[in-house]
Nanobody, 127 residues
Framework: QLQLVESGGGLVQPGGSLRLSCAAS????????IGWFRQAPGKEREGVSC????????KYADSVKGRFTISRDNAKNTVYLQMNSLKPEDTAVYYC????????????????????WGQGTQVTVSS
């Protein structure tokens, strides 16, 4: 069974950090573009970041640029989202998604281009 599983969410104070993981099972992520999305209550799903299959190209939403870093470890079949300087407005359910090759990070925030999705992990930023 092909699955993506996110982990690493939780409750953190403003200014704190979390690292989200997106692990694949049943397939290898090596050739897939991976996107991170988030959805806050009452809001549309928002593209947060993307990483190319090689890791050589990354994209970020303006709202997280300079605070979030996406990376991948193909040997561990895992993609990470390091989130620093967290703000209350970062509170959301975070999802990772994988797109089959050939693909890139152009227009990464179009959710309907992705083939596989994880179940999401909750991130809450609050004092």
């Amino acid at each position: 069974q092909l699955q993506l599983v996110e982990s690493g969410g939780g409750l953190v104070q403003p200014g704190g950090s979390l690292r989200l993981s997106c692990a694949a099972s049943g397939f290898t992520l090596d050739y897939y573009v991976i996107g991170w999305f988030r959805q806050a209550p009452g809001k549309e799903r928002e593209g947060v970041s993307c990483i190319s299959s090689s890791g050589g190209s990354t994209k970020y939403a303006d709202s997280v640029k300079g605070r979030f870093t996406i990376s991948r470890d193909n040997a561990k079949n895992t993609v990470y989202l390091q989130m620093n300087s967290l703000k209350p407005e970062d509170t959301a359910v975070y999802y990772c998604a994988a797109e089959r090759p050939p693909a890139g990070c152009v227009a990464y925030d179009r959710a309907n281009r992705y083939d596989y999705w994880g179940q999401g992990t909750q991130v809450t930023v609050s004092s």
